[in-house]
């Protein structure tokens, strides 16, 4: 039963993801919501986290946003209610929905919100690994969709991929040192 609500919730994110409404464009799908939902599955067991609400937060971590432009600034708040309204929909457990939301409302670098959970921190850590690792849609970001110069991009990345970087725990980032200094370099 829950391979097949978390296929009808990959279809429902994949689906807002491909909407004309989406202002990140359908690569958010491939470039950033599988990611983090494959290093979720990956690191889960470093945090003692239950892989099953890992990879059901990291699906819907930013549906919000996604969803809904004017919702972006706050998705962490969104997120959770969002998340609420399609687990129900599809009959999955209300104890478990209230971890997904836990997860989800602690997952953001730019704010600073304790973990409650080890699927928050988890969710947390492999979000702020995406982004590491998926540079190519953060310069999407800045670029096509903020409009930034050359300059300004470059310095919104840079300053993003640091929160993510602060964000991490030390054996996470060791994982992606490699990745981040490199990309440092280039920025």
């Given amino acids: 039963m829950t391979e097949t609500i978390k296929n009808k919730i990959a279809k429902v994110v994949e689906q807002a993801c491909a909407a004309d409404t989406n202002i990140f464009g359908y690569d958010i799908w491939t470039h950033h919501i599988l990611k983090v939902v494959e290093n979720a599955k990956q690191l889960a067991p470093r ?34 209610i969002e998340a609420e309204k399609l687990l ?16 989800i409302a602690t997952h953001r670098a730019s704010v600073t919100v304790a973990h409650r959970s080890a699927e928050g921190e ?50 996470v980032q060791e994982l992606v040192r490699d990745e981040y200094e490199a990309v440092l370099k280039v920025l």
Avoid: T
């Avoid at 930013?62 to 706050?74: R, V």
């Avoid at 009959?91 to 971890?99: L, S, T």
């Avoid at 096509?144 to 470059?154: F, L, P, T, W």
């Fill in 47 to 80: 945090f003692d986290a239950d892989p099953e609400i890992v990879e059901f937060a990291a699906l819907l971590h930013d549906y919000a946003s996604i969803k809904d432009e004017a919702l972006y600034a706050d998705h962490h708040i969104h997120g959770p």
């Fill in 122 to 171: 988890c969710l947390a850590n492999v979000d702020a690994m995406s982004h590491i690792e998926g540079v190519p849609s953060l310069l999407y970001l800045a670029y096509v969709h903020h409009g930034m110069g050359v300059d300004e991009g470059s310095a919104w990345v840079k300053a993003k991929l640091q929160r993510s970087w602060r964000k991490l725990r030390e054996d």
């Fill in 88 to 103: 129900k929909r599809f009959g999955y457990p209300a104890e478990k929905i209230e971890a997904v939301k836990e997860a």
